[in-house]
């Protein structure tokens, strides 16, 4: 068996081998130079998602396809589409990505949209959105929103800026939102709930219908994080599968948002955010007047943005269709069928729910004891998936992991690979080398704690060292 060693997680792992540049070049550097650079260092990079070992993260790992996203993307990556005179290409593309994705989710015609830089930036812009509908309608100065524990955290980030009161909703049994507690916590400082389809630990449905009537009920927003599920489980039904319903069909859904960069199989950097009614919208659009540089008025969060982010995500869309995507996604159920099956072979594990792509599971507590005496900890497991090459995402409470299945996993023997290193994986848990598991529950370090300890005190430090030049040498 083998023992797994802590994966390579340097921050700096091009020292020694590039230039640092801690000022401007003296003199331009050749354009060949560069790109040979770059090139290198996204060659080293994409091996891991490609690998199709990944969890998430990357979606549709098909380099023909982003190579022609990169084209359509060119076109326009320099225009400002703020200057909507100079680019109206940007009307026709925002306005039919929009329409696309809202017809994709069953909207109506009273359903208006936004392009946005991703799904964080969607979610606090729908919080923005309640907070100010709360205000303008109700004169809610201390506004509240119900969330679920498993609401994405984005939402926290827009609670904090906006001042807006959580309200934290616990989960039942089933790992979704726990109405009882919903209902019983609404006030006349409620201006929206937030339900999820498609959580990210464990990829599963809030009860969007029973949401949505408290909702109408007590005649407040409702919001549907869709970011991460949006897109693909928009084909579920026509894969013959019956998920909870969670699109705008649904009554009292006011807004979802969907990302496009995600399973829409665009390029990074941009998502939907839909409003029903479309007024809705006319909630955070941003206008000063009395500037000296000009009326000022814009749409959304964002000052100049790209329009080459704009063609590509239309591009992508178009050149997938409805048959594409529904293609992907077949592929994504079938293979998240199979780690189900691969998850479910061993009494140690159990799943969290029952998921259609993004498979969480933990140690079951009722599950064949380790030689200690107690459950396996579910990070040994991790730890010897990752010496496997497998990078999955570390949850907690409780503590778990979760494989997302994207497109790059649907390769001919990934899900089958799975298996086999899953088993090699428990058997090591069963009895590790070390009690303490080298991985953890750490959001976007495919559940490994990076190198904290050469840090000095957690996180802040991580983050800041993050945004450092590194050394010249190793
Ligand atoms: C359910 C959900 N909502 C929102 C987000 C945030 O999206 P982004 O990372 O694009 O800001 C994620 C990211 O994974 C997610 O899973």
Redesign the pocket.
Known sequence: MSHPGRPNVSLHPYAGRFDVHRGLPDHGISRDQILGEIAQMSKEEDAKGDSGRVSGSIYSGDHEHYGFLTEAYGHFAHANVLQRDMYPSATKMESEIIAMTAAMLHGDEDTGGLITS???ES?VTAMLTYREWGRKQRGIEHPQVIMPVTG?P?MNKAFHYFGIELISAPVTDEFVVDLDFVRDHITPNTVALVG?A???PHGLIDPITELGEIALEHEIGLHV?G??GGFILAWAEDCGYHPTPFDLRVAGVTSMSA?T?KYGYALKGS?VLLFRPKSLRREQYFIVRGWPGGIYSSPSMGGSRSGGLISATWASMLALGKDGYRTIAADIFATAGKVKDAVRAHPELSLIGDSLFNIAFRADPAGTASADGGPIDIFHVNDSLASNGWRMNGLQNPPALHFCITRPNTQEGIAEAFATDLATAVGYAKEPPQPMPRSGAMYGAGGQVPDIDKLTTGLMNYLDATHEVGPDAP
Do not use: E, N
């Open positions: 991703g799904g964080t979610l994405h984005a999820t498609g959580t990210y994080d970011c991460l990302d960069h998502s």
